[in-house]
């Protein structure tokens, strides 16, 4: 049976991928098994860069206007998009995926002013050392707000969690909260998750105890990792994103053999960059 090497880098949505199932995270991160994308992924990639466009820096105002031009400009950049090509969509099932993705973005509207929004990055690479693993990750807004203080911006295009899980849904923006004190030294005064899709905003303020407690995390995950990788022990932990997942056939869950999956699988193809 294969071991692997343990990875040096981990991103916050790769700590979560293990956390939420272990072996959907040997698939996906080590052996590199094509997870193909769906509509609501590719909806996802889309208002991010068109929100991306929109907030960059501009004479032109932050109006309505703008938004369907920011929108217009990421349809022309993304129709050959292999992801979207992938979806074979006919010109009025792309239209119909921009009115949806124009929807999407201009909720922004509703939940803030977004003349207001003065920001200092937008999908901003930032890493940090955590003990013997480096963090790295995107934020997709980084800004100051009115009191200069660091707010990190994340938006999501599914469905909000219930109150019960709105903790766990920061996990992520605490480990970027940590990259960040690492990279400015300072401790960001928010967290925001922006659920464009319901016009739901759910925020938290980082203190040192949280990123304690984020540092603490990484440490633990990155050693589960290698131990995993060391014995090949990855456990298939079941639950409601099994229906979502694109390994079901390879997975003892459902009666597969994850051996097979390195010789059966499709791999991700190359983007030929
Ligand atoms: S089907 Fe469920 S248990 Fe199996 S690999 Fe996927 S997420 Fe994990």
Redesign the pocket.
Known sequence: MATYDAPTTLSPSRVESFLS?P??FR?SSLDGLYDPPTLATVKGTMVHRALELFYAPSDLPRSTERMHACVNEMLVEYRNEPDVKYLQLDDSAYDELGSECNQLASAVFEMEDPESIEPIGLELNVQAEIGSVTLRGIIDRLERNAAGKLVITDYKTGRAPGPAFEKKALGGLNLYSLMCHRTFGEIADEIRLMYVKSGQTITARPNEQSLKFAENRVTAVHQAVARACETNDFV????A??KF?A??KW?P??GGDPERALTEAPTRPSTGQ
């Open positions: 199932c072996l959907a698939f298939a932990k079941k639950s994103l099994c997942c390994f079901q997975c869950v459902f």
